[in-house]
């Protein structure tokens, strides 16, 4: 199985400020049959279902803001928010979807 | 807009069976990937299964195969689980989710397993 690693556990971050999580994979996310990475990040908030916010490891989902990217390739990713708003709190989760079983990391807590 | 409803969660006694369903609208299902995640109180996803849209293909989280078994009737655009030989290790709320990437998610219903 594909063991998915993040870091920080948790942040506390200023308002404004950048927030930015790792999340490490125990094998290559790079797909060589369309040179994607096979990488998510969700948002969940307390009392609700996981939003998709990446997916491709830096494509934004529709709607998302802007201040959300995802960045990285092979083993190593990142999201980061740009600038903290109030209504970033939450947990947040990176997922591979490469190989059966999908996987996910154990959740990064962002708090302000 | 795309919507996924689940239902059927409770409580059960460890031993016991219970059937999951997800109804699902606003995108043409047959054409879908869906997935079962269940995620503990305070604990990170866990996926639980997978069927191709045509029902064809399934595959099962070690925890589950053998107990729990994925079913979908893309004519009402339903998935159903169907978990039988419950254990404790089985409490949490149980999401289906849309496509290889899980790009949508219900939101869950909850399944206790207790005495």
């Known amino acids: 199985d594909i063991v998915m690693t993040q870091s920080p556990d948790s942040l506390v971050v200023s308002l404004g400020e950048r927030a930015t999580i790792n999340c490490k994979s125990s094998?290559?996310?790079?797909?060589?049959?369309?040179?994607?990475?096979?990488l998510t990040w969700y948002q969940q908030k307390p009392g609700q279902s996981p939003k998709l916010l990446i997916y491709?490891?830096?494509t934004r989902e529709s709607g998302v803001p802007d201040r959300f990217s995802g960045s990285g390739s092979g083993t190593d990713f990142t999201l980061t928010i740009s600038s903290l708003q109030s209504e970033d709190v939450a947990v947040y989760y990176c997922?591979?979807?490469?190989?059966?079983?999908?996987?996910f990391g154990q959740g990064t807590k962002v708090e302000i | 807009q795309v919507q996924l409803m689940e239902s059927g969660g409770g409580l059960v006694k460890p031993g016991g069976s219970l059937r999951l369903s997800c109804a699902a609208s606003?995108?043409?299902?047959?054409?879908?990937?869906m997935n079962w995640i269940r995620q503990a109180p305070g604990r990170r996803p866990e996926w639980v299964s997978f069927?191709?849209?045509?029902?064809?293909?399934?595959f099962y989280a070690d925890s589950v195969r053998g107990r729990f078994t994925i079913s979908r009737d893309n004519a009402k655009n339903s998935l159903h689980l169907q978990m039988n030989s419950l254990t404790v290790d089985d409490t949490a709320v149980y999401y289906c989710t849309r496509g290889v990437s899980s790009d949508s998610w219900g939101q869950g219903t909850l399944v206790i397993v207790s005495s």
């Open positions: 069927i191709n849209g045509g029902g064809t293909t399934v």
């Open positions: 997922h591979q979807y490469f190989s059966i079983p999908w996987t």
């Open positions: 094998q290559s996310l790079l797909h060589n049959s369309n040179n994607k990475n096979f």
């Open positions: 606003g995108f043409p299902f047959g054409d879908f990937f």
């Open positions: 491709w490891a830096s």
